[in-house]
């Protein structure tokens, strides 16, 4: 069978023939392949035989006997037998044991250069190609193509075993990127708090005395010469009824001469009185302008400590936003460490699905080598210890 047939054999043995979901690649087929061959030529190797000719450099000195074989036996699997001198009768087989590279001849042995030795060995069988099949009976075309199934499954297992192991390692490093998470502290604002809120009092207070102010204002002041205007526009009304009278009798020729000067004394008398309530009426105007700037000193004391007062409620505001600003760093922090963990819970949820996965994969694997080494009579329950030496790929 050549190396394409096989290749598709196997496919079909794993179920992988749709050529636009190919689950398996060439090389990884190749490979199992010539792992199989491997394994079958260790359970069951090829018997065969070489001759050839002794030469001096053979022997790794004149007297010790010790034989260079690596050169002459290339690739193979153990050394049964070694025919020297050839087709002697009855054959001659030395004693030796296979020492790295050399045979070991044990016992009185001579070799003559030039004589022909023959070895008979078991060797690895050659696996198929695309062009030329394999050199093991071609009935055993089966079971290489059952174990090199077995192994294609195994591959399966060791690659999701592998993504398993790397999931999980992220999950770790996801973990371990999780940081510390710290609740922000309340800023501290009942000082600043505490002494707006005194100075609003304080400010309460100075409007308070503005507005009492302002009431004695009303009273004292613009009242009271309110009234004093009205009694000096009495007197003048009074002045100017006897400035008439008086103008009158003047020109009058029955009442005598000085009659006029009279009322025009009067009439003085009476402006003299308005003039005196004018004045009143300036000086209580002038208190209450007195008030009025009282007024304006409790005003701008109120606003004052009104001033004070916004300065701390700005701090506790600035504490307020700060705090806030922290509080939204925490979220995305929250938010952050949530993800990093829902990451993490899905790598180890698609690890435990991985690893289900490549637990199928093995143990079809296995099963497939089972029943590929006893397609080659080969059972388990039988296996003994073997040497070094005859384990040798």
């Known amino acids: 069978m050549l190396l394409s047939a096989m290749r598709q054999a196997i496919r079909i043995e794993l179920q992988d023939i749709d050529a636009e979901t190919e689950v398996y690649k060439e090389e990884e ?89 023959r070895f008979i060995y ?103 010469a309110e009234l004093e205007l009205v009694q000096t526009k009495a007197e003048l009304t009074t002045a100017l009824g006897y400035l008439t009278s008086g103008a009158a009798l003047i020109n009058s020729a029955t009442r005598g001469s000085n009659v006029g000067e009279i009322y025009g004394q009067y009439a003085n008398a009476a402006a003299n009185i308005a003039g005196v ?32 007062a916004v300065q701390y409620l700005n701090e506790v505001e600035k504490e307020l936003d700060k705090y806030r600003l922290q509080l939204e760093a925490s979220n995305q922090n929250l938010t952050y460490i949530a993800r990093l963990l829902d990451v993490s819970a899905r790598y180890e949820t698609s690890t435990k699905q991985l690893l289900e996965v490549a637990g199928r994969y093995l143990a079809d694997g296995q099963s497939k080598i089972q029943e590929f080494m006893m397609m080659l009579g080969y059972k388990p329950e039988f296996v003994s210890s073997k040497s070094s030496s005859e384990q040798r790929a």
């Not at 065969?48 to 690596?70: G, H, R």
């Not at 050169?71 to 699997?77: A, P, Q, R, T």
């Open 122 to 224: 078991l060797k690895r069988w050659t696996m198929p190609t695309l062009a030329a099949i394999g050199d093991y009976p071609t009935h055993l075309d089966e079971a290489i193509i059952i174990g090199a199934s077995g192994e294609s499954l195994i591959y399966k297992a060791q690659l999701y075993t592998k993504q398993a192991v790397d999931l999980i390692t992220a999950s770790g490093t996801n973990i371990a990127a999780v940081p510390t998470f710290t609740v922000p502290t309340a800023p501290t604002i009942t000082t600043n708090l505490g002494v707006a809120i005194a100075q609003l009092v304080l400010a309460s207070a100075e409007f308070l005395k503005d507005t009492s102010n302002a009431l004695n204002l009303n009273s004292a002041g613009i009242t009271t």
């Open 29 to 117: 087929l190749d490979r199992a392949i010539t792992k199989a061959g491997a394994l079958m030529s260790r359970l069951i190797p090829k018997r065969d035989l070489l001759e050839d000719t002794l030469e001096a450099t053979m022997f790794s000195s004149a007297n010790d006997y010790k034989l260079k074989i690596s050169g002459m036996l290339s690739d193979y699997v153990r050394l049964e037998k070694i025919e020297y001198p050839v087709d002697d009768t009855p054959p001659c087989y030395p004693t030796f044991e296979v020492l790295g590279d050399y045979a070991l001849f044990k016992g009185a042995q001579e070799f003559t250069t030039g004589d022909t030795i």
């Open 277 to 308: 309530s004018a004045k009143i009426v300036d000086a209580y105007l002038s208190i209450a302008a007195t008030l009025k700037t009282i007024s304006d000193i409790y005003a701008a004391t109120g606003n004052g400590y009104i001033a004070v």
